[in-house]
């Protein structure tokens, strides 16, 4: 138990649905990030948000929407997603975002898009 | 654009071994650096982190070090067991004015008992 809870932990969906991703971190770190990983492709950033703010967007398709209402809870809002979206997404949380610390993984959740 | 490389991609080795896993980036302007371990289907676990002043860390049967002039880095396992099987991940961070961390691909260790 890292402290970072993801779920669902499995999702399925279809090219038209809207769903969404939730991670909850108990560790009161200020930091949240999601990652994509793919098969075979390195691990791949997609959001930063530091103190609530987000602090980075990795050239992410509008399809993917995050969401941070508090240091605590961060959401990743998909809809109208394509099969190449299919990966294990990570949600991660470091104490201050400053790059020279310890990131925090949950267990992802692993999406299949049909 | 910086990338890393680990080498060997897999690795299988019987129970008692020592092994090393290596880490290279292309660009050696490498401010700290992480090594991960990832279960089948789960989430990262940090296992050292070598900070900008920093050269190596130690944990129990585990040592890294980080020579920055290079931008190499490796993970030495000693008395390995078949709980360490796992895949092994490292990233860099370039401290860029960004958080940006940059991984490999893995290296994915089999422990034979």
């Known amino acids: 138990e890292t402290g970072v809870t993801q779920t669902p932990r499995h999702l399925v969906m279809g090219m038209t649905n809207k769903k969404s991703l939730k991670c909850e971190q108990h560790?009161?770190?200020?930091?949240m990030y999601w990652y994509k990983q793919s098969a075979k492709k390195p691990l791949e950033l997609m959001f930063v948000?530091?103190?609530?703010?987000?602090?980075e967007n990795n050239s992410v398709p509008s399809r993917f929407s995050p969401e941070c209402p508090n240091s605590s809870h961060l959401f990743l809002h998909l809809h109208t997603l394509q099969p190449e979206d299919s990966a294990l997404y990570l949600c991660?949380?470091?104490?201050?975002?400053?790059?020279?610390?310890?990131?925090?993984f949950g267990s992802g959740t692993q999406l299949s898009v049909l | 654009k910086q990338e890393v490389t680990q080498i060997p991609a897999a690795l299988s080795v019987p129970e008692g071994e020592n092994l090393v896993l290596n880490c290279s980036f292309t660009?050696?302007?490498?401010?700290?650096l992480q090594w991960f371990r990832q279960d089948p289907g789960k989430g990262l676990t940090s296992l050292l982190l070598?900070?900008?002043?920093?050269r190596e860390q130690t944990s129990g049967r585990l040592n890294a070090s980080l020579d920055k002039s290079s931008g190499r880095s490796t993970l030495y396992i000693a008395a390995s067991q078949p709980g360490d099987s796992a895949t092994y991940l490292c990233?860099?961070?370039?401290?860029?004015?960004?958080?940006?961390?940059?991984f490999g691909k893995g290296t994915k260790l089999s422990v034979i008992p």
């Open positions: 991660a949380s470091s104490r201050q975002g400053t790059g020279n610390e310890k990131l925090f």
């Open positions: 560790l009161g770190h200020n930091a």
């Open positions: 948000y530091n103190f609530k703010e987000q602090t």
């Open positions: 660009d050696s302007a490498i401010y700290n």
């Open positions: 070598i900070q900008s002043s920093q």
């Open positions: 990233a860099g961070w370039t401290g860029a004015g960004s958080y940006q961390l940059t």
